[in-house]
């Protein structure tokens, strides 16, 4: 985190690392994924036997150029990976490879939805060292289990300027950056690693910098961070410079160690990686195929298909999501299709807390049913109900004609229904030509259960008012 004059009460700044989504290590053929079994996807090289020698995975680094290109960086002429010393049992040859003194990308930025841009220092790549295991938890364990099969994994990290000032705003970052990893198809969005180390500093200790370390998931870093500001608020004098480490079981921080400096580290530029240049052409490439991002797909949608602001970020921050309201606005009109992806389709998934792959809803069942809906041949509340059904090989269609769910739009079954509804409710009438204006609602109510809710509110509404004046 780089040194400025700091305007705000609190400064942060992250240093996040993110799993790439390649089928092999970044520096050997073993697969990321597979067999869970404790150190059983590993080989010489992953394990640091001596004369294994790595060799660079180019998918891994093909990702991370494509993440330097969205997030608007500088990048190198050269690739040039260099050894980071330090003994500790997750990386087994006692360095961990990765990138120093040039890295991938930088001078980068990335927008939050309320249009501040926080700058990116600098995008790199380097491996995943072991997962340790503690049995009775970092504090209390008696010994540690350490799992090779992690080690080597290929990983970026995205280093921010201290830009962000307040947690809510390092939440709101790791969502925008995760979405843009989702949108270049980098990052497994259910099963990715994404972790984040947190510089922070407060006024009231005269910014002395204290470092969390470990932080999994957005959510996370906002608790982490809210409890930090607490702690240094009520510490504030005897804050010093540290490494913390979050403990999300108990909501609390705990002192690693007092802060080394990247000199400690005794960085040496990597032997057994030779320089590789990165061309113009291979870049330009790249950028060529770059697919629409987060951003661009607001615009569209705005443009394109005149949808609100609001409607059009909150589509287009799930890309899945987003390329179903592109399938279904080529069918149905723009706005409905928003209205009910943007907030049915939604409500549906976060009850169920599923995503849209994992509720197997399919853009043919949206279109389908609210082809329906544009046409008025079902209510928008049978509408409602047969969305909260909706699963793989469900047919819409078929399901509204065996339940015989069709609207009742006959005007003339639905006056009688109305006639009934207002000679059976004469004291609901009488309130409403007095003023109340509810009882119009107790009498729409009445004529909604004659036609079992296959009636449309509104068109009941004005036969009702036309038939009482």
């Not at 404790?38 to 993440?67: D, I, Q, Y």
């Not at 050894?83 to 939050?112: C, H, W």
């Not at 400096?261 to 990165?278: R, S």
Request: hydrophobic share 35%; proline share 4%; glycine share 4%.
């Amino acid at each position: 985190m780089n040194h400025k004059k700091f305007t705000s009460d609190i400064v942060i700044g992250l240093e996040i690392h993110a799993e790439l989504n390649t089928k092999t290590k970044l520096f050997c053929s073993c697969p990321t994924k597979g067999n869970e079994e404790p150190n059983t996807r590993t080989c010489p090289t992953c394990l640091g036997m001596p004369g294994s020698k790595p060799v660079l995975n180019k998918k891994a680094v093909e990702f991370a150029l494509k993440l330097c290109l969205a997030l608007g960086c500088e990048i190198s002429p050269e690739l040039i990976f260099s050894r980071k010393s330090y003994f500790y049992p997750d990386m087994a040859k006692n360095y961990q490879i990765t990138q120093y003194e040039v890295p991938l990308g930088k001078k980068g930025k990335l927008k939050l939805s309320n249009g501040k841009e926080v700058g990116i220092t600098r995008v790199h790549m380097e491996e995943d060292p072991a997962s340790l295991i503690h049995p009775a938890g970092m504090k209390e364990s008696q010994y540690v289990l350490v799992d090779y099969n992690r080690s080597g994994n290929p990983l970026v990290e995205i280093v921010t300027e201290p830009d962000l000032t307040s947690p809510d705003e390092a939440r709101e970052f790791m969502k925008q950056l995760i979405t843009v990893l989702d949108y270049l198809e980098i990052f497994d969005i259910n099963g990715g690693i994404i972790k984040a180390d947190a510089n922070i500093s407060i006024k009231e200790s005269s910014y002395k910098r204290v470092e969390i370390k470990n932080i999994t998931g957005f959510k996370e870093i906002e608790r982490a961070l809210l409890y930090e500001v607490k702690r240094q608020k009520e510490e504030a004098h005897k804050i010093e410079q540290e490494t913390r480490s979050w403990d999300s079981e108990r909501g609390v921080t705990f002192s690693l160690r007092k802060k080394e400096t990247e000199e400690d580290y005794g960085y040496i530029i990597d032997t057994d990686l030779v320089a590789i240049e990165i061309e113009d052409k291979w870049v330009s490439g790249l950028r060529k195929h770059m697919p629409e991002l987060a951003q661009d797909k607001v615009r569209k949608f705005i443009d394109k298909y005149k949808i609100k602001k609001d409607d059009a970020e909150i589509l287009a921050s799930d890309k899945q999501l987003a390329e179903m309201f592109e399938k279904v606005a080529e069918e149905i009109d723009p706005l409905l299709a928003a209205k009910w992806i943007r907030k049915e389709l939604l409500r549906v998934l976060n009850y169920n807390k599923k995503s849209l792959t994992e509720s197997g809803i399919t853009e043919i069942q949206m279109i389908d049913l609210l082809k329906l809906v544009e046409r008025k041949h079902i209510t928008e509340n049978v509408a409602s109900k047969i969305l909260e059904m909706l699963s793989a090989d469900f047919d819409v269609n078929k399901y509204v004609k065996k339940e015989g769910l069709e609207a009742v739009s006959d005007i003339s079954e639905l006056e009688k229904y109305c006639r009934e509804a207002i000679e059976e409710n004469p004291k609901a009438v009488e309130d409403y030509k007095k003023g109340g204006a509810r009882a119009l609602n107790f009498i729409v109510g009445a004529v909604m259960r004659k036609t079992k809710g296959k009636a449309t509110p509104k068109e009941v509404n004005e036969i009702i008012l036309k038939l009482i004046k």
